[in-house]
């Protein structure tokens, strides 16, 4: 199978130059073949400062590495596939318009969008282009949580945790809060009603009632605990892990990416991806408002 083309849009976020390496260097010890980063458009948020304040230095690493920096995300309509990089999720929906012109695989780098809206308005486009989309965080690879649960389990029960900053100029639990809901849907599954959130100067809990019976948690930290982990409560045995980083979350990700690219098959269904982000909106909402009870079906 012949080396797929990659463009790369948005180039303010750390996970350019880590995918860019794990793909185009074939001597790296994690090397993910069959894709290679070949174009690549800045973009930028003019609206969030972990964006603007970065975009320039991710440039000039990008050009270091040989990619062909473009002006316009039209100019990458030659590419095979679409790794969607801006880190403000906010930017994705109209991104994503421009890209789904092409017909091409694209992943979406977290969060999807920003709010529901965003998300199911991208799902909606994607299904009447019939473009195939996938959306991750690397922490649903990562080793520690990739094997924690048999086939044969059953889970009842899922806490997720990990660090949870909370930026001036970015949506609450969609900055890091994405990466423990998307450990807390990898168990879990679909099926969250509603959610409540819990919120004070140094921690967040987020508690998930499943249609099934099943409760979903989701606790987040300013206090100094920094790794990701979770514990399941399944049919057969209450477990506990940590995200390791033997191997990079990212060559793990990507080993699920590339193959998504060549088939247009998304390992996750995209109902799943679209109520994380439902998930995250009726807990920021939960948040505003003191602690209320949302329904999921009030979105």
């Not at 069959?34 to 690549?40: E, H, L, P, S, Y």
């Not at 991750?136 to 059953?154: F, H, P, Q, V």
């Not at 930026?167 to 990466?179: A, C, E, K, N, T």
């Not at 987020?206 to 099943?214: F, S, Y």
């Amino acid at each position: 199978m012949s080396t797929l083309k990659i463009g790369m849009i948005g180039l303010d976020t750390s996970h350019c130059p880590a995918f860019v390496k794990l793909l185009n260097s074939s001597d790296d010890q994690f090397h993910v073949s069959g894709a290679k980063v070949v174009k690549a458009f800045p973009g930028g948020s003019k609206t969030f400062s972990n964006s603007y304040n970065r975009v320039g230095q991710y440039t000039e690493d990008m050009k270091a590495a040989g990619l062909e920096i473009v002006d316009s995300i039209e100019a990458m309509s030659d590419m095979d596939a679409f790794l969607l990089e801006s880190v403000d999720g906010a930017q994705h929906l109209e991104q994503f318009k421009i890209l789904a012109g092409f017909g091409k695989p694209v992943f979406i780098d977290k969060p999807l969008a920003c709010n529901y809206a965003d998300a199911k308005a991208i799902g909606e486009l994607a299904a009447a282009k019939n473009i195939p989309v996938m959306t991750a965080s690397a922490i649903r690879y990562a080793n520690g949580i990739n094997s924690l649960k048999d086939d044969d389990e059953t889970v009842g029960c899922c806490d997720a945790f990990g660090p949870m900053a909370l930026l001036s100029d970015y949506r609450d639990y969609f900055w890091y809060g994405i990466h423990s809901a998307e450990v807390l849907y990898r168990f879990m599954g679909k099926g969250c009603t509603r959610v409540r959130a819990i919120s004070n100067e140094k921690f967040d809990v987020v508690i998930g009632d499943w249609a099934d019976g099943k409760v979903g948690i989701m606790r987040g930290n300013r206090f100094g605990g920094n790794n990701f982990g979770c514990t399941i409560t399944t049919d057969k045995a209450n477990k506990s892990s940590m995200a390791l980083g033997d191997v990079p979350y990212y060559a793990l990700m990507l080993r699920e990416i590339v193959p998504f690219f060549q088939t247009g098959k998304s390992p996750i269904d995209f109902s799943e991806s679209l109520e994380v982000i439902a998930f995250l909106e009726a807990a920021s909402q939960s948040r505003e408002q003191g602690g209320k009870v949302i329904e999921l079906d009030s979105l």
